[in-house]
């Protein structure tokens, strides 16, 4: 294992993400990403083999796993910490569709076979080499298999990123969390935003989620431009990004002014920026990728949700539109 993912480890392994602790009140934000794809698009995720990369303490995974009986699910992670609140969380609930297994991404994972379905949420913006993460997890893709990601962004980080230089400078030493988590304190720093918008008043909990916000050795911040130069050389064939979180509020991800879609959630409506008939005849000019790098300044996403599809999976669901209107082919 590189240096660099060591560390990432050794500081999860201190602070398990999101909590060491099982009993804290469910996380239904994957669950609720699965169900609103499904709705959206007619996806159906019954009798489908999903795995999901860096669970963490698996506090979301075993919501979706609680909610989806039908579907089994594959959890990984480096952190063993982790690991072992993820099943007894579980145990707890009962659950027979979930297995866990300690692996690092970035290495060989093919024993654990092939997925309809891969998530990584919140991890591969952590690895010593993001690029390579992708590959792999690309490769355990059955041939029309679906791939979602969460990446943190850039535009959207800056006031983070602006503390967290803070925090480090005075700190001194990287990994010392014990004194950060005191200088983040003194600092006012301990707001949150989405993402780590949890019941936060569980002390654990919360220093947890700040070492993750304020402390982490290693992170990647991206731009949609740098989200297109991620997937390209993956092997991966389409990808979109699906949603976008900015400041304390998520969105489905849209370039086209008042596009339709059959789901009553907050989109990003491009046609609020477009309040002239020039802004609109200029908007109407720009191809996709520049469409997305207007859409990174105007809404400042801290995150991206990233869906990537094989051989025209979601070009051939019923409600595929709004993702295949605004997906793009990889390069190879
Ligand atoms: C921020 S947490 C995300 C947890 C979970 N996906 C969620 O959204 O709640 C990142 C997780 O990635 C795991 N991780 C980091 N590097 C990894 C690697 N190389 N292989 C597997 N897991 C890794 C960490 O141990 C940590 O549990």
């Not at 008042?258 to 720009?286: I, Y």
């Not at 979601?314 to 539109?321: A, K, Q, S, V, Y």
Request: hydrophobic share 35%; proline share 3%; charged share 25%.
């Amino acid at each position: 294992m590189d240096a660099l993912t060591n560390q990432v480890k050794s500081m999860y392994e201190q602070y398990p993400y999101p909590s060491k602790d099982a009993g804290i009140p469910r996380l239904a934000e994957l669950y609720n990403l699965l169900q609103l794809f499904a709705r959206e698009t007619g996806f159906d995720f019954k009798d489908k083999r999903i795995l999901d990369a860096g669970t963490g303490t698996g506090h979301r995974l075993v919501e979706a796993a609680r909610s989806m009986p039908e579907t089994n699910f594959v959890a990984i992670d480096i952190t063993e910490a982790s690991l072992q609140t993820a099943r007894s969380l579980a145990d707890s609930r009962g659950l027979t569709n979930v297995e866990f297994h300690a692996r690092d991404i970035l290495t060989d994972t093919s024993d654990l076979g092939q997925f309809d379905v891969v998530m990584c949420m919140g991890v591969l913006h952590h690895l010593a080499n993001p690029e390579d993460g992708l590959k792999n997890l690309t490769a355990r893709l059955k041939d029309k298999g679906l791939l979602f990601l969460y990446l943190y962004g850039e535009v959207g980080g800056r006031e983070r990123m602006r503390r967290k230089t803070i925090v480090s400078l005075l700190n001194k030493s990287s990994d010392n969390f014990e004194q950060g988590l005191q200088l983040i304190k003194d600092l006012k720093f301990d707001t949150f935003e989405y993402g780590w918008n949890l019941p936060v008043d569980d002390v654990q909990l919360r220093d947890g989620l700040l070492v993750d916000a304020y402390l982490h050795v290693n992170e990647k911040l991206y731009t949609s431009e740098s989200i297109i130069n991620l997937v390209n050389g993956s092997g991966l064939q389409k990808a979109a990004l699906y949603g976008i979180t900015t400041g304390q509020c998520g969105y489905l991800y849209d370039t086209t002014p008042n596009g339709t879609c059959s789901l009553r959630v907050p989109k990003t409506e491009v046609s609020t920026w477009l309040s002239s008939d020039l802004l609109k005849a200029q908007f109407e000019k720009l191809n996709l990728r520049e469409r997305m790098q207007l859409m990174d300044l105007w809404f400042e996403p801290n995150g991206y949700t990233v869906v990537a599809w094989q051989d025209n999976l979601i070009d051939e669901l019923p409600g595929g539109d709004r993702l295949t209107r605004n997906g793009f082919k990889v390069e190879r």
